[in-house]
């Protein structure tokens, strides 16, 4: 995959003022309490890689393992993870065909990621593949918002899918994640144009 040079250079710089002022919090409160095993889909440039860190000093996780299929977002994500001493194994693969035997891991991490996958039910589905009974997906990811904002989103997608490698402002992830586990809640954040909504939350795998 070619993947985005330009945007991984200046992904974590672009996305800075969001995580100082929500974003780390916001993915802090998704992913407390994962346990065990856990698979980071779609994981940029590693932005909840010190999350994971401290979870695994504390032991609280056994192991850790990511994805990532663009090339220029993997290399920064693996100097991210030498840099804070995170043990973890990253794969270039995408959300669509995740590496790992079914039932592997005890949750599953999707944050900021299925906006941007190219098919975003599969992606859902590969999840809860790979998830054990009884797993968790975490998720936090920004959705198409309601009313006017939400049309003016679909208007302005085509130009945003090129200018910030290929997400979209307008998917119906709540819907997918609803029709692909039966047990799933969230909350929801209200952003202004463009990003709209973002949906903080959780679906379980039957035991």
């Known amino acids: 995959m070619e993947g985005h040079p330009v945007l991984a250079a200046a992904y974590d710089w672009v996305m800075s003022g969001f995580e100082r002022a929500r974003g780390q919090h916001w993915r802090r409160s998704v992913l407390a309490g ?9 994981c940029g440039t590693g932005a909840n890689f010190a999350i994971w860190r401290e979870m695994q000093g504390r032991g609280e996780l056994t192991t850790v393992a990511a994805v990532e299929p663009d090339p220029h977002m993997l290399r920064r994500a693996q100097e ?11 794969a270039p693969a995408p959300a669509e065909q995740l590496p790992f035997p079914d039932n592997s891991f005890d ?17 859902i589905a590969e999840a809860a593949r ?17 009313g006017g904002v939400g049309r003016w989103q679909d208007r302005f997608t085509p130009l945003w899918r090129r200018v910030a490698g290929g997400c979209h402002l307008n998917r119906e992830t709540g819907t997918a994640l609803a029709a692909a586990f039966e047990q799933v809640s969230w909350g929801t954040v209200t952003l202004p144009f463009p990003i709209g909504r973002i949906l903080l939350g959780r679906a379980a795998k039957h035991r």
Do not use: N, W
């Not at 994962?34 to 779609?42: A, E, I, K, N, Y």
């Not at 949750?107 to 992606?123: M, Q």
């Not at 790979?130 to 309601?146: I, S, T, Y």
């Open 34 to 42: 994962c346990r065990g095993d856990v698979l980071d889909v779609g």
């Open 80 to 90: 991210r993870a030498a840099r804070l001493g995170l043990t973890i194994q990253i």
């Open 107 to 123: 949750c599953v991490a999707t944050t900021l990621v299925l906006c941007t996958v190219g098919d975003p039910a599969r992606s």
């Open 130 to 146: 790979v998830l054990k009974p009884g797993g968790e997906l975490r998720f936090m990811e920004h959705v198409r918002a309601d």
